[in-house]
């Protein structure tokens, strides 16, 4: 118990250096309580109000806390500021081809009724066509050798919000957040719905590279005429050749792909690109649009290596739906509900950035993992055992975010030994 205190202590102490880093330039009442939903999110690892009040220990009924935080989280909307802290702390992690993955995800709240600018959304994990909720679009930046995620940006939107346009202005908004701070850094990926001409002529016109996975109907042109993706596909060879191993829901496949490219272009644009074609991934053939250079068949290989990165960017949205259980959340207003995914999103990005920065972190994040280890196997997405670690090391630490008294050193003092 001793030594478990001693490392919540450093992870309290390491939480709010972050915080205090984070909250730059806000006012003081705002870093207060941000800070309490950063430490709060982790220690019961829980999106709930409740449980957040109740991690933090304070000497006050339980109801007074959870008022506060409410009202404080919904007081003014702090997801441009919160994004553009990590995006200036991210930046410094990238490389020139770091993978930019852009993902939009959905938060389900079939049973709401009161919760502001609820819309419809995609229920993917029940299978039905629609259900509501709300919207998140993150980007995530991600080396295509090498584990560390660096979440850059974070936003939960609604169609029924007054300020909402389209999908394809989220999009631009969060690529015109972060492009002007990474400059010529990076290679913008997306899936398929990032393939709509207006966001392929913005990134065009923004001059940013990118990877784009294609329908089979998006037209391109293709030796003086205007042909589906597909049409094109047929006609490309594939001599080729690539294994790749993939493992999903803890089962791992071998794939032998075969690979082709031609050259295209965009309807109306001059600037040539690359449609590259990956027989034997599933029953259709992978369509993945470029405007990088291939020179020969390792180039290929390039682009398919950076469309198969952005998966692993996926995988961090996964995570932080199940680690905080983020479709667990409760506030009615919807600058709160922004808020707080812009926080789960600082919470990431303390997992999977902060605690690996240093020497001195490196030992205390190898205690965390050792206490995780004790029930369960670290999985392959480290992230999940961190954040399991920390939340069984802080559970239950009455104190919260105050600083433990010191243990009595079993001594009687008289008065005038204490000024020595």
Excluded at 56 to 82: F, V, Y
Excluded at 260 to 270: E, I, K
Excluded at 271 to 295: D, K
Aim: glycine share 8%; net charge positive.
């Amino acid at each position: 118990m001793e030594k478990d205190s001693k490392i919540a202590g450093k992870i309290k102490a390491q939480i709010t250096r972050f915080s205090h880093w984070l909250t730059e330039g806000f006012k003081r009442p705002d870093r207060k309580w941000i800070r309490e939903i950063l430490y709060g999110i982790q220690a019961s690892q829980e999106v709930k109000l409740s449980d957040i009040s109740r991690s933090l220990g304070e000497e006050i009924s339980l109801i007074k806390t959870e008022t506060r935080l409410s009202r404080n989280i919904a007081k003014s909307d702090l997801t441009e500021a919160l994004n553009t802290r990590l995006i200036q702390g991210g930046k410094t992690r990238m490389g020139e081809d770091t993978v930019l993955a852009v993902d939009i995800g959905d938060i389900n709240k079939p049973y709401a009724k009161k919760m502001e600018y609820l819309a419809e959304v995609r229920d993917g994990s029940t299978g039905e066509s629609r259900s509501p909720g709300y919207w998140t679009l993150e980007v995530i930046a991600a080396q295509v050798e090498g584990e560390e995620l660096v979440p850059l940006y974070g936003e939960l939107y609604s169609q029924k919000a007054r300020d909402f346009a389209s999908e394809n202005h989220q999009i631009l908004k969060a690529m015109d957040a972060v492009a002007p701070q990474v400059g010529n850094r990076g290679i913008w990926a997306m899936d398929r719905g990032g393939d709509r001409g207006r966001l392929l002529e913005a990134l065009l016109f923004r001059k940013l590279r990118f990877v784009i996975r294609l329908r089979g109907d998006r037209h391109l042109e293709w030796k003086g005429a205007r042909r589906a993706a597909q049409v094109i596909a047929e006609g490309c060879p594939c001599a080729q050749e690539r294994t790749i191993q993939l493992e999903k829901e803890g089962i791992r496949q071998t794939k032998r792909l075969t690979l082709g490219s031609q050259p295209v272009y965009l309807p109306g644009h001059l600037e040539p690109l690359t449609l590259v074609v990956v027989r034997g991934y599933g029953e259709s053939p992978l369509l993945l649009l470029t405007n990088l250079e291939i020179a020969d068949e390792s180039g290929r290989d390039r682009i398919l290596e950076i469309y198969l990165t952005r998966w692993k960017c996926e995988e961090s949205y996964r995570f932080m739906k199940q680690a905080y259980h983020l479709e667990d959340i409760r506030l009615l207003s919807y600058t709160g509900l922004r808020n707080m995914i812009a926080l789960v999103q600082a919470v990431f990005y303390f997992v999977s950035v902060e605690l690996g920065r240093k020497l001195k972190l490196n030992l205390l994040l190898k205690k965390i993992y050792e206490r995780a280890k004790r029930f369960f196997e670290i999985p392959d997405f480290k992230q999940y055992a961190i954040a399991d670690g920390i939340y069984r090391i802080l559970f239950g630490h009455r104190a919260g975010l105050k600083e433990e008294p010191p243990r009595p050193i079993g001594q009687l003092l008289f008065p005038f030994a204490r000024l020595l």
